[in-house]
């Protein structure tokens, strides 16, 4: 379905207001300032791997041997620990809660629950 021209300029000036609004610089920078650092990186990438495998190996029935779930233990303990990975996920809850606030607010102009909506497009 093709926009009309005032709605297509309503949407690129909410997208240019929802790029340059708080949550969605301080996400960017936290994503940005954590991709820099190679150790935060390999960390993350290294518990997201371990997850991964240990879930899909469960999920298959194998029992799985201790030291790899104390394993995981650990590099979980440090995700949730480590400064760059933290100031993200902080960031990225600030935002979500943002762009909720956002769905909320349109679908009172809208008068219909812009979630839905939107799921329906």
Do not use: W
């Given at each position: 379905m ?11 000036v909410?997208?240019r ?9 301080e ?7 954590l ?5 935060a ?6 518990f997201?791997?371990?997850y ?5 190996r ?23 620990v ?18 909720a ?21």
């Amino acid at each position: 379905m093709p926009l009309s021209e005032e709605l297509q300029r309503a949407c690129e000036v909410l997208g240019r207001t929802l790029a340059e609004s708080r949550p969605v610089r301080e996400y960017l920078e936290a994503q940005a300032r954590l991709e820099a650092d190679p150790e935060a990186r390999a960390l993350e990438e290294e518990f997201r791997q371990l997850y991964q495998d240990l879930l899909t190996r469960q999920q298959a029935g194998e029992e799985l041997p201790r030291e790899e779930v104390d394993r995981f233990y650990r590099l979980r303990n440090q995700v949730e620990v480590h400064p760059l990975i933290v100031e993200r996920d902080v960031a990225l809850g600030e935002l979500k809660q943002y762009f909720a606030d956002v769905a909320f607010q349109l679908s009172a102009l809208l008068g219909a629950d812009y979630t839905v909506l939107a799921r329906r497009a």
